[in-house]
């Protein structure tokens, strides 16, 4: 399986500053900001997103993290062993009257998000929801869009798109991969 | 996990798994709308041959917060008053196709039958004198919660053993992940050959004083067709946990409902060791564990398209 480095630690760095200043320019009052990230590695870049907004507008913005599985409109459909592993979801403020940034690595078919903004109003009622992806694929099924955008990444359907994060995977690049047999037919 | 029938049918990886995923629902019951939409659409039936408040309430309540449809049936006021059988009863409910069927019956193997008969998952909710393995977990996670892991702990289950399936079921999983148990009672209270399982016996509370955890059983007074002890009074002068024979640091523990005064004092039951209430708020989330871990893993009851190859829309997040 070939692997095609599209980010390396340092473009990956420099766009999420990139980010972090977009949404500080969007958003003017950064009092009402909260930052919400999808498990895994969704919540992850929203850390260091949230680090980096606190940095420059000097405030400490609340964070939260979601986990979809309880959420997916694809229940029953997989086998017992691919079943996702569940993160217990963290949303301890509230959200009435916050602009949410809700943050995933990868947009693709838009499920993900549809499933996250599920779970995100059952915490309560944002003002706003904004989302933010490090990488945007393409391939969408449902209208959803992102507001910030790390890369647009033209993929053919069955590449795989690789998001790897220093605080899981030791490392920070995202990757194509060709699609192996099993994984196209998944 | 096709059905839960047993606690013996688990690996230890097996109930890490649904305690890991109780502890997420646990999450949910924080917050302020306490459902999740994972089991639209399905059918669960919950059939009670045999008086429950627990079991059935949180087997219940667990299935709502799922967004489940609930069909709840007791015994009393139902067909089998008029005499239906248990196999034309699932045979009736069968025809609303149901997800999952909860099940409890007094007597031991009525669910594994049911498993045979239906296309649902069958949980057992306790069958006669046999097994309760949702308690089991539910007892493991309110432990875990409290100790962080089981290995070495020292288990003592005491009073109505013979009579009790949480007792059968208990001393499995404890042993499963890791603890070790006595079991303790009036020897005609406790079965014959149960060192078989690998626990020791004894038959009086002398050395009480060694368990972590105390686990008392009721004395369940509809199983005994003959005298088992001599006087309820006598029993409770030998076997009763107070809060004389229960230390500060013994944890104490019991399935419900507790006949206060006889297995256990009124002082014990309400005592800053019994963890007998958070067992109950324990209930609720091993079970909606239970019921995702069979239904959620499981195709949704469709026409098959095809073989082999899924048809569906592409799966959340798939390479994301």
């Given amino acids: 399986m070939s692997e095609k480095v599209v980010l390396g630690r340092d473009d990956l760095r420099r766009t999420l500053r990139r980010i972090a200043h977009e949404i500080a320019e969007k958003n003017p009052a950064p009092d009402s900001l909260a930052i919400v990230g999808i498990h895994t590695r969704g919540a992850v870049i929203a850390r260091r997103l949230h680090a980096l907004l606190g940095e420059m507008t000097a405030s400490e913005l609340p964070i939260g993290d979601l986990d979809i ?32 940034i809700l943050v995933d690595d990868v947009l693709f078919t838009g499920r993900t998000v549809r499933a996250a903004i599920d779970a995100l109003f059952d915490y309560g009622r944002p003002q706003r929801v904004q989302l933010a992806v490090l990488c945007d694929r393409g391939h969408r099924e449902l209208p959803i869009r992102p507001d910030y955008v790390g890369k647009n990444l033209p993929t053919a359907r069955g590449e795989r798109v690789n998001v790897r994060v220093e605080e899981v995977d030791d490392v920070d690049e995202v990757t194509i991969s060709e699609p192996c047999a099993a994984e196209a037919l998944a | 996990m096709r059905h839960l029938l047993g606690i013996d049918q688990l690996s230890r990886a097996e109930i890490e798994a649904i305690l890991d995923r109780a502890e997420s629902f646990a999450e949910v019951g924080r917050r302020d709308i306490k459902k999740v939409p ?25 299935a709502k917060r799922l967004s489940a449809d609930l069909v709840s049936i007791k015994s009393g006021g139902s067909a089998v008053d008029k005499g239906e059988s248990l196999k034309d009863t699932i045979a009736t409910l069968s025809a609303y196709d149901p997800a999952a069927i909860v099940i409890r019956h007094p007597y031991a193997g009525a669910a594994q039958l049911v498993a045979g008969w239906s296309e649902a998952a069958v949980v ?48 499995v999983a404890f042993q499963a992940m890791g603890a070790e148990v006595t079991v303790c009672g009036p020897p005609t209270l406790i079965p014959r050959g149960i060192e078989a399982l690998g626990c020791k016996v004894s038959h009086s509370l002398d050395r009480l004083g060694e368990a972590e955890v105390v686990y008392a059983l009721r004395l369940q007074k509809e199983r005994m067709a003959e005298t088992f002890v001599p006087s ?69 009851p469709t026409p098959v398209e095809g073989e082999g190859v899924r048809t569906g829309p592409t799966p959340l997040g798939q390479p994301a």
Avoid at chain 2, 38 to 62: D, K, M, P
């Fill in chain 2, 38 to 62: 994972t089991l639209r659409g399905r059918t669960v039936v919950s059939l009670f041959f045999e008086a429950s408040t627990r079991t059935s309430s949180s087997f219940e309540l667990a």
């Fill in chain 1, 69 to 100: 599985s309880f959420y997916r409109d694809d229940v029953g459909a997989k086998v017992p062993a691919s079943q996702p592993v569940v993160h217990a979801s963290h949303v301890d403020f509230d959200l009435s009257d916050r602009t949410v």
């Fill in chain 2, 124 to 171: 057992n909710a306790g069958d006669g004198k046999h097994e309760h393995p949702s308690q089991a977990l539910l007892d493991l996670f309110t432990l875990r919660r409290r100790l962080g892991s089981l290995d070495g702990v020292r288990i003592w289950i005491v009073g109505d053993v013979l009579h009790s399936r949480v007792a059968r079921s208990n001393l």
């Fill in chain 2, 232 to 300: 309820l009074r006598e029993y409770a002068a030998r076997f009763q946990i107070d809060t004389r024979r229960l230390a500060p640091r013994q944890l104490l523990m019991h399935p419900g409902p507790v006949n206060r005064g006889v297995e256990l004092s009124g002082e014990a039951v309400d005592s800053p060791q019994s963890l007998i209430s958070e067992q109950v708020a324990s209930g609720l989330v091993v079970r909606m564990a239970i019921l995702y871990e069979l239904l959620a893993a499981r195709e949704r």
